[in-house]
């Protein structure tokens, strides 16, 4: 209000001074829209830069002297006020923003000018009588250097406040405000208007800048050191180094940019809230995957969240920090951030997964990279066993060890999933039942999403032990591999092998024999067995003609599965996995680098890779020597087709009594597979003949089978069982 008092007098003065060089009262009525020949002549014996003709001679009269009195009793006011509430330490935003943009008091009453029109209509009839134009309502460039005097040196020197580079217009404090006027067109005469935003501020209106709404937000105070895998030690070293650098006034007033990167969950944004929350700091976190339903582009974006995180003396974290990183152009982005964010706060959070190291450094910043890592089994168990105690009970005898080897997660994601199945759990029961390993490993399974898109395919594990008829000793090699993959936590974690294996912690198992013996089978009993998901990968969308591509979707590939904590199932694997060959070209070397980098990746891929090939002879000797697991699958003998043609059909398929399955097993030497389309084949004929499954389906079905197959079978192979033409019925005939 003192100000507005004070801006009122001011604008009395310069009215004074419009009506003193006013001298054709009879053109008075139609001021701002006639000029009349005595303003000419008045302007042409007008020196430039003179406001006013004013005889030198000339006295002030009353009015004036009693405008100028009051006005400074009302400066004298305001500054005792002023020094008041500072000792008082009681928040005065005009102050405040002009402490953080380093704002002149010239600039500081520009604000006030363009706020008043803001708080009240008079205003804006002041700006239109003092323009001389009843249609420019709003305050210009000119008019404010009026409005405050001074010489017309002064006022040639005060343009530079409304350069683009000045505080004001930079930091948009105030804009140019769009005027379809020819005259608006000069610098006097461009009309401003204040931010809303730093009008609010004036205002001590407490909001966030509506044009980052979905972008931006403050960091809630619930803080979770529990879920920072940092260990102890240095979150507190973190600490101390940041309050060393950040708190108090250091002479050398150097920025601290922290870069924390990690997968998901594992407590980047809860470290960057613990910083801040030892500091006594709030933390504003602004992310640009939001900025596209902004309609900010990307440079107004970290200007307005960098200037808010000011306006809140809190510090600047940019989360998903990789969406810039990855884009190669965004390089002049990157370093527009880092200067803007050194301009507002003093400590600054990059929040990604990837390493990443300035490809610029400066003096007067200090840059430190964090590595979030993924918890070991050990580590991971007592997540569980604690964060279980937290968010719901568990019933007695899960094995949280189990789930700790199965599912690489995050703290956050073992949280998550413990919420997941609290709610499953819920769902189901109507009640606060304890969590059961069902809903438990469900929720898991969900928790580990995959984002590999057009590169794999789900498989839904439908088969189980029953289902899958080998040898017992390759039957034994599958048990073997849920082993392996069940009890990993207690092998690496518990009795320290981990530490003696720098890579290779994965599981990876070679599934070799002819088509149709069951590799995919058993890649979908394995995933059954131990609850994870299943996933085959399409070659035809990994393998690229292009250079780089295929290493490219490789690494994809890898990365994301091991965050979906998924089986990996490559079928026809000798495409990817083939033997490297003499170099006689460009092609060769650069099939043999693709080789050697899916080798490196298999190598550093912690989860499950299963590998099917019709032909072992042609995998390369580098991946057939780091396989954990080679599983030959061989032809079915006779005790095991029997045990097939068996199982194949469902309980519910009407089967005729005289079904001789010994005669087929012993006679048809064939795979699985084959079993499979014949009684598939067979049940289709039986369908649209006679509604029961009998042997003259059966023997059509495999006479089609080996055609299909390229194989001849004589009529004797059937013995007294001969194939029968008309299995399917014609039109007419049912």
Excluded at 192 to 219: K, M, Q, S, T, W
Excluded at 339 to 355: D, P
Excluded at 702 to 716: A, D, F, L, N, P
Aim: glycine content about 8%; charged content about 30%; proline content about 5%.
């Amino acid at each position: 209000m003192d100000e507005l008092k004070r801006l009122d007098l001011l604008i009395h003065l310069q009215v004074l001074c419009q009506r003193d060089g006013d001298t054709d009262d009879n053109l008075r009525q139609f001021k701002g829209l006639v000029i009349s020949d005595g303003e000419i002549e008045d302007l042409l014996a007008r020196s430039v830069g003179r406001a006013v003709i004013e005889p030198p001679d000339s006295p002030p009269d009353s009015e004036r002297r009693t405008i100028e009195k009051m006005l400074a009793d009302c400066e004298a006011e305001m500054g005792k006020r002023k020094a008041a509430s500072s000792l008082e330490n009681v928040f005065l935003p005009l102050p405040f923003l002009s402490d953080i943009f380093q704002l002149t008091p010239f600039e500081e009453q520009c604000l006030i000018i363009c706020l008043a029109i803001e708080l009240d209509k008079k205003y804006a009839k002041f700006y239109g009588y003092l323009h001389d134009d009843v249609t420019r309502r709003l305050p210009s460039v000119g008019l404010v250097l009026d409005i405050f005097g001074g010489s017309f040196e002064e006022k040639i020197d005060a343009r530079r406040f409304f350069d683009r580079s000045a505080p004001l217009i930079r930091y948009q404090l105030l804009h140019f405000a769009k005027d379809s006027s020819e005259g608006s067109q000069t610098l006097l005469s461009r009309p401003l208007n204040i931010d809303e935003r730093i009008a609010n501020l004036l205002l001590d209106i407490p909001c966030i800048d509506n044009r980052l709404e979905g972008a931006v937000r403050f960091a809630d105070a619930d803080e979770r050191p529990d879920l920072v895998t940092l260990p102890l030690e240095t979150q507190s070293r973190l600490k101390d180094f940041a309050s060393s650098l950040v708190s108090g006034n250091r002479p050398d007033n150097k920025n601290l940019v922290l870069h924390f990167h990690g997968p998901y969950g594992t407590g980047r944004h809860s470290m960057a809230k613990s910083v801040c929350r030892y500091l006594g700091i709030p933390l504003l976190i602004a992310d640009p995957a939001g900025v596209s339903d902004t309609g900010l582009s990307m440079e107004e974006f970290f200007l307005l969240a960098g200037r808010e995180a000011a306006l809140h003396s809190a510090a600047l974290c940019l989360s998903n920090f990789d969406l810039l990183v990855a884009v190669q152009d965004n390089h002049r982005k990157i370093t527009f951030f880092k200067e803007t964010a050194r301009q507002f706060s003093r400590l600054v959070f990059l929040v990604g997964t990837s390493h990443w190291n300035p490809p610029e450094r400066s003096d007067n910043e200090i840059f430190l990279s964090l590595e979030f890592p993924v918890p070991d089994d050990v580590s991971r168990r007592q997540f569980w066993e604690n964060k279980n105690a937290d968010v719901a009970p568990v019933v007695d005898g899960i094995d949280f060890g189990e789930l700790a080897g199965k599912f690489r997660f995050t703290p956050g994601q073992i949280q998550n999933a413990l919420f997941a199945a609290r709610d499953m759990s819920l769902w189901r029961h109507g009640s606060a039942a304890p969590v059961s390993p069902e809903d438990l490993h469900a929720a898991c399974r969900k928790q580990s999403h995959s984002k590999l898109g057009a590169l794999i395919s789900k498989i839904e594990p439908k088969f189980g032990w029953k289902d899958i008829i080998l040898p017992d000793d390759q039957a034994w090699q599958l048990r073997e591999i849920c082993g392996h993959a069940r009890y990993r936590h207690i092998v690496y974690g518990e009795w320290g092998f981990d530490r003696k294996l720098s890579r290779g912690r994965g599981l990876n198992a070679l599934f070799s024999g002819p088509p149709g013996t069951g590799k995919t089978m058993a890649a979908e009993v394995i995933a059954n067995e131990l609850g994870l998901d299943l996933y085959k990968i399409d070659l035809s969308q990994v393998v690229s003609k292009y250079i780089g591509e295929t290493e490219k979707n490789l690494d994809i590939i890898f990365r994301e599965a091991g965050i979906s904590n998924a089986i990996l199932f490559f079928d026809e694997a000798d495409a990817l996995f083939g033997k490297r060959s003499e170099v006689k070209d460009a092609h060769d070397r650069y099939a043999n680098i693709e080789t050697g980098y899916l080798l490196q990746k298999m190598e550093e891929y912690e989860g499950i890779a299963i590998l099917a090939t019709n032909l072992r002879s042609n995998m390369d000797e580098a991946f057939i020597r780091r396989m954990n697991f080679i599983v030959d699958l061989p032809f079915p003998r006779e005790r095991e087709r029997r045990a097939i043609w068996e199982g194949i059909w469902p309980e519910s398929t009407p089967r005729s009594e005289g079904l001789d399955l010994d005669f087929v097993a012993r006679r048809f030497e064939i795979t699985g597979g084959n079993i499979r389309n014949i009684a598939l084949a067979a049940a289709f004929m039986a369908a649209d003949n006679g509604g029961i499954i009998d042997m003259k389906h059966l023997v059509n079905a495999t006479r089609r089978e080996y055609q299909k197959m390229g194989k001849i079978v004589s009529e004797g192979e059937f013995g007294e069982h001969k194939p029968q033409d008309g299995c399917f019925a014609a039109k007419g005939e049912r």
